[in-house]
């Protein structure tokens, strides 16, 4: 009894405001397995408590052209990257919801640079070089005739989480898959390093 691979679509499952008059008054078992398992998955996934992400780059208030950036975003377990789970019932029927950080995708600001990350990244304790697993280096000063006058480069970072479920409805196993997105902004002024070569003589 499969829901799709894209899980349910919205407006087919019952609502949050819906779960009540669903099974008020009616023995589970008495309902149409599919649309119970419907509910639970959707009650179920919406238990989930998943983070969004709190950016944070090496630079401090200002980069610069050329210098690599670490990125990450708070590593708090499973707050931030899971597994994080949540099972709804109903009679014999169960089914439950896990989450999964699966990537983390970050927009720098310049148009169409992006970096996506498999993880949450390796916090910056001022290590050498570039980051590991989840860095940028900027090619483009954040002139204010680039950023919209700001003078910064607007920073979005989106953890995209993999949610499945799984479980039992009317004797039948159910399950499906859902991504969630959830994003976070900051912004980074982006200047240039520049170098003065004095020549000197005897």
Known sequence: MPLGDDGWVLGEAPGPGDYFDVLRGAEPEALDPAVLAQVLARQAFEQLTLAPPI???????????????????????AASAGPVSATATAGTASVTATGVL?????????????????????????????????????????????????????VTATSVWTVTWS????????????????SA??????????????????
Do not use: K
Request: proline share 8%; aromatic share 8%; with cysteine.
């Open 55 to 77: 950016p944070h780059m090496s630079t401090g208030e200002t980069g610069f052209v050329g210098v690599p950036i670490w990125l990450w975003i708070d590593d708090d377990g």
């Open 102 to 154: 699966s990537a983390v995708e970050w927009s720098m600001g310049p148009p169409g640079d992006t970096v996506r990350c498999s993880g949450p990244g390796t916090p910056w304790t001022g290590q050498d070089g570039q980051s590991p697993d989840c860095g940028y280096v900027y090619e483009q000063r954040s002139l204010p005739e680039r950023t919209e006058g700001t003078g910064r480069w607007t």
């Open 167 to 182: 479980g039992m409805s009317g004797g039948a196993p159910v399950g499906g898959q859902q991504a969630v997105r959830l």
């Open 185 to 202: 902004e900051t912004s980074l002024a982006v200047g240039e390093v520049q170098v003065l070569v004095s020549g000197g003589g005897a």
